[in-house]
């Protein structure tokens, strides 16, 4: 379990612009956009589709780098890491969870589990101990011989979360984790993810439409779009509660 110091800063986004080309045309999808997440909280996106919600996490996990500004990470500056480095700190302090788990339909619920692990120095009789560990935090303990088509949706999002904190991160991410689950089994996941928050010390951000997911977070920040006439449209962060 983790002891967090509410007042310290685990994620900082600073003057992040972020744009991509389309053709001829230069798309903007965050314009000196700022965000401050403290350690240890439960924080749930929300927004119209459209407003780089998804690529604000992308930011975080350094699956993406911005076109300027600053991620800032438990004090560390990700934006100007090499990619090799870039991809040994993810592996070590970010787990996602996306809405379609992406397990490999080849490998057991214990093989998904331990991708991750690979990038370490663990072997394999380590790996299967953490993944072994991970399963039985997410109470599939028992199903971790099972190949994903042998699994429920709500039992597969489980082992997408096992595998998301096999590596003991302090963040973990999350897009959509129950879009694609029915309301008791979407429940279940946010009461597992809530637990993780509460009695693992881990810092969730959550990406998600829906208002009663919102609920499990202890923070909700509302991504809003302002069009000035005659400048570019600004997204800023507005707090619903706290």
Same mark, same amino acid.
């Given at each position: 379990?983790?002891?967090? %110091?509410?007042?310290?800063?685990?994620?900082?986004?600073?003057?992040?612009?972020?744009?991509?080309?389309?053709?001829?045309?230069?798309?903007?999808?965050?314009? %000196?956009?700022?965000?401050?997440?403290?350690?240890?909280?439960?924080?749930?996106?929300?927004?119209?589709?459209?407003?780089?919600?998804?690529?604000?996490?992308?930011?975080?996990?350094?699956?993406?780098?911005?076109?300027?500004?600053?991620?800032?990470? #438990? #004090?560390?500056?990700?934006?100007?890491?090499?990619?090799?480095?870039?991809?040994?700190? @993810?592996?070590?302090?970010?787990?996602?969870?996306?809405?379609?788990?992406?397990?490999?339909?080849?490998?057991?619920?214990?093989?998904?589990?331990?991708?991750?692990?690979?990038?370490?120095?663990?072997?394999?009789?380590?790996?299967?101990?953490?993944?072994?560990?991970?399963?039985?935090?997410?109470?599939?303990?028992?199903?971790?011989?099972?190949?994903?088509?042998?699994?429920?949706?709500?039992?597969?999002? @489980?082992?997408?979360?096992? @595998?998301?904190?096999?590596?003991?991160?302090?963040?973990?991410?999350?897009?959509?984790?129950?879009?694609?689950?029915?309301?008791?089994?979407?429940?279940?996941?946010?009461?597992?993810?809530?637990?993780? %928050?509460?009695?693992?010390?881990?810092?969730?951000?959550?990406?998600?439409?829906?208002?009663?997911?919102?609920?499990?977070?202890?923070?909700?920040?509302?991504?809003?779009?302002?069009?000035?006439?005659?400048?570019?449209?600004?997204?800023?962060?507005?707090?619903?509660?706290?």
């Amino acid at each position: 379990m983790q002891t967090n %110091n509410p007042n310290k800063i685990a994620i900082q986004l600073k003057k992040i612009n972020k744009s991509y080309q389309k053709g001829s045309n230069n798309v903007v999808v965050h314009d %000196n956009f700022n965000l401050s997440i403290a350690e240890g909280e439960f924080v749930a996106l929300m927004g119209p589709s459209g407003l780089g919600k998804s690529t604000l996490l992308h930011l975080i996990g350094g699956l993406d780098l911005p076109t300027s500004g600053h991620v800032i990470i #438990d #004090d560390q500056r990700i934006d100007t890491l090499s990619e090799g480095k870039l991809s040994i700190w @993810r592996a070590e302090n970010i787990g996602f969870v996306f809405q379609s788990h992406h397990l490999l339909p080849v490998l057991t619920a214990q093989g998904n589990v331990e991708l991750p692990l690979l990038l370490t120095p663990l072997d394999s009789k380590q790996r299967k101990q953490h993944a072994s560990l991970a399963l039985r935090l997410v109470g599939m303990e028992e199903r971790a011989n099972h190949l994903p088509k042998e699994l429920s949706g709500g039992q597969e999002q @489980r082992v997408a979360i096992a @595998r998301a904190i096999v590596s003991d991160p302090k963040i973990i991410l999350c897009d959509e984790p129950t879009g694609n689950l029915d309301r008791k089994t979407a429940d279940e996941i946010l009461t597992l993810l809530a637990a993780l %928050n509460k009695d693992y010390g881990k810092t969730i951000v959550m990406v998600t439409h829906d208002l009663r997911a919102s609920e499990y977070a202890s923070r909700v920040i509302n991504l809003e779009q302002h069009i000035e006439e005659g400048k570019q449209s600004q997204l800023s962060a507005v707090e619903v509660n706290s």
